[in-house]
T-cell receptor, first 112, second 113 residues
């Protein structure tokens, strides 16, 4: 059964730092991997989607990489800002493609 | 604007009183699903629908019902809510199964007393 793990569970950094969030999954047979952002009391906002055939995706200050064979993905955030403070979730599709399996998230706090 | 809309956003109810949480998407997506989010357990799938009149159970379907009579709507029904169904609920939609980006609603915070 697919399991998704995110490390660290929480991270505090000063404004301006570059940082990396980690996501690992146990079954490499995935369709895609998606990174989300969740603000307190709010919904999930899709940040980046990496198809299983891709190695990375970029959007602004965000870069996500995927190493399917080793079951790992990283989300790189450049020049962090207080507005980046949120919980970041990664998710992969199950083998049938019918469900997203989520990690428990990394809660990021960026101080000014 | 492409979006998934859930209503209500917040709901407090009593044990046993039937309720429905609505979900609607405006992207003509075939695939819709419901998740619940609980502290320490993360997000878990309740039910999903691959198209109109096609629904199936996810990982935690007990105590819930769904229907998909129209492509855009996918309501979640709690026939007899219990306190262990207190949770944050999310509706999601994707263009089709597996390959494409998932869009989530803003969530419904349900408290059953």
């Amino acid at each position: 059964k697919q399991e998704v793990t995110q490390i660290p569970a929480a991270l505090s950094v000063p404004e301006g730092e570059n940082l990396v969030l980690n996501c690992s999954f146990t079954d490499s047979a995935i369709y895609n991997l998606q990174w989300f952002r969740q603000d307190p009391g709010k919904g999930l906002t899709s940040l980046l989607l990496i198809q299983s055939s891709q190695r990375e995706q970029t959007s602004g200050r965000l870069n996500a990489s995927l190493d399917k064979s080793s079951g790992r993905s990283t989300l790189y955030i450049a020049a962090s800002q207080p507005g980046d403070s949120a919980t970041y979730l990664c998710a992969v599709n199950n083998q049938a493609g019918t469900a997203l399996i989520f990690g428990k998230g990394t809660t990021l706090s960026v101080s000014s | 604007e492409a979006q998934v809309t859930q209503n209500p956003r917040y709901l407090i109810t009593v044990t046993g009183k039937k309720l429905t949480v609505t979900c609607s998407q405006n992207m003509n997506h075939e695939y819709m699903s419901w998740y619940r989010q609980d502290p320490g357990l993360g997000l878990r799938q309740i039910y999903y629908s691959m198209n109109v009149e096609v629904t199936d159970k996810g990982d935690v379907p007990e105590g819930y019902k769904v229907s998909r009579k129209e492509k855009r709507n996918f309501p979640l029904i709690l026939e007899s809510p219990s306190p262990n169904q207190t949770s944050l609920y999310f509706c999601a939609s994707t263009k089709n199964v597996g390959y494409t980006e998932a869009f989530f609603g803003q969530g419904t915070r349900l408290t059953v007393v």
